[in-house]
């Protein structure tokens, strides 16, 4: 009796190391070129444009002295551009990271550049203009205050994100905020820079706002900043000079005191006109008015490009808020809500401050005009901020939807044509 064996079967093949590889890059580059979010694109653009336009502004305000600093016209912007090589790169990369790992890196960011602004009361530390807000390392100037706007914006978020439950109660709202925040703003305070300490504020404030805690808990923080700032500005003499002088109706009068850098803005912006004289044909910047490049440089963009590029600057940071507001609208996190909104109330607010001085708004505050003005810090920190904008446009409930059905596409396309190649090879 003969014993029928059953067929061997032929196990199915493996695919090569290489095609496995292949597979993976594949699927990797799917999830790399998966559709953004309306939001991520006007961000981005946004920052990357008002980033350029800041590179060829302060070329423009800072080669006409460079000879008479001993310098070649391009010396200045060439550092600028560094630290936007450096930032640009950054924020991308950034703006891959999820939102877990902001999370995680609340308290260490905070704990990192509040340890980084003390370093100005070392010997690595000087003053400019009376502020001791500046270190140098190794032949470069940094500002470590504008790295702790970010940091601050993510720790208030994570806190209040934590607490979102308790939120009612106004202990838990203050406690650990009120103490930590106030205790970093006071380092900057330390080295007497009002200014970047108000925009600090602002981020908590705007934190705050967004988290949605009742108005009469969110009320008493704004009463506290505001009587904070008053007893700063009168117990100063240097700023209540400065305030008296804006007051002044007749600034002429206080021409080679406080009124000169102000005038000079405003006569910078008015002899401008509709079309600006044209780049480059500046007069102001020949040493008349001071800050050209740093504080003042919206009123070189109001001469040189007249009311027409003043408006491209106001358009672009308006697009700017609207992608960060639509961001803030439409996500579902707490967290990205309230850190959404410290970020976008620091960096689009001030704008309109540093804008309101030289149009003599305000009074002179000492703040930069984000993304435009010389110093390279400031450009990398608010790249930073606008990097973690994107990451978070990423999450947004549509984008997140939009992608995962991209890569199902992709994955049932790749499938047909493995389904296709296996027919045709029988």
């Known amino acids: 009796m003969s014993t029928t064996h059953p067929p061997t079967r032929t196990p199915p093949a493996t695919p090569e190391p290489s095609a496995k590889r292949g597979l993976a890059a594949r699927v990797s580059l799917g999830r790399v070129f998966a559709p953004v979010p309306s939001e991520f694109l006007l961000i981005a653009?946004?920052?990357?444009?008002?980033?350029?336009?800041?590179?060829?502004?302060?070329?423009?305000?800072?080669?006409?002295t460079a000879a008479a600093r001993g310098e070649a016209p391009w010396d200045v912007v060439v550092k600028q551009g560094?630290?936007?090589?450096?930032?640009?790169?950054?924020?991308?990369?950034?703006?891959?990271?999820?939102?877990?790992?902001?999370?995680?890196?609340?308290?260490?960011?905070?704990?990192?550049?509040?340890?980084?602004?003390?370093l100005v009361f070392t010997p690595l530390g000087h003053s400019n203009d009376g502020?001791?807000?500046?270190?140098?390392?190794?032949?470069?100037?940094?500002?470590?205050?504008?790295?702790?706007?970010?940091a601050l914006a993510l720790w208030v978020a994570y806190v209040l994100f934590r607490k979102q439950t308790l939120l009612g109660l106004w202990r838990h709202v203050y406690i650990p905020l009120?103490?930590?925040?106030?205790?970093?703003?006071?380092?900057?305070?330390?080295?007497?820079?009002?200014?970047?300490?108000?925009?600090?504020?602002?981020v908590v404030l705007g934190a705050l706002f967004f988290s949605g805690v009742k108005l009469r808990i969110f009320i008493l923080p704004v009463i506290i900043a505001a009587g904070s700032v008053a007893v700063l500005a009168v117990t100063s003499p240097d700023r209540m000079r400065r305030f008296m002088s804006f007051l002044n109706p007749n600034c002429l009068d206080d021409y080679f005191n406080d009124c000169y850098q102000p005038l000079h803005g405003i006569w910078g912006l008015a002899s401008g006109g509709v079309f600006g004289l044209g780049l480059g044909n500046s007069r102001e910047k020949y040493d008349w008015l001071p800050a050209a490049a740093n504080d003042y440089i919206f009123a070189i963009v109001g001469e040189e490009l007249g009311l027409i590029g003043c408006a491209v600057v106001l358009a672009l940071f308006a697009l700017f808020a609207v992608g960060a507001f639509h961001v803030i609208r439409k996500t579902d996190d707490p967290f990205v809500r309230i850190a959404a909104g410290a970020i976008t109330v620091w960096i689009v607010g001030q704008a309109l401050i540093n804008i309101g001085v030289v149009l003599r708004v305000f009074p002179v505050m000492g703040v930069p005009l984000p993304f435009m003005s010389q110093g390279g810090t400031s450009l990398l920190s608010v790249l930073l901020a606008s990097g973690v904008l994107l990451a978070f446009a990423r999450t947004l409930p549509a984008a997140v939807a939009k992608r995962e059905a991209a890569i199902q596409r992709a994955r049932a396309t790749r499938a047909r044509r493995a389904a296709s190649e296996a027919r045709a090879t029988r």
């Open 82 to 118: 560094v630290f936007a090589l450096l930032g640009i790169p950054l924020m991308f990369v950034a703006s891959r990271l999820p939102i877990t790992f902001w999370k995680k890196l609340a308290w260490p960011a905070l704990i990192f550049a509040t340890a980084f602004q003390m």
């Open 131 to 150: 502020n001791r807000n500046w270190i140098t390392i190794a032949g470069f100037q940094a500002q470590p205050s504008e790295f702790l706007k970010l």
């Open 178 to 202: 009120v103490p930590v925040a106030g205790l970093a703003i006071a380092t900057v305070l330390a080295g007497k820079d009002l200014g970047t300490a108000m925009i600090l504020v602002l």
């Open 45 to 64: 653009s946004t920052a990357l444009l008002l980033t350029l336009f800041g590179l060829v502004m302060v070329l423009s305000a800072t080669s006409a």
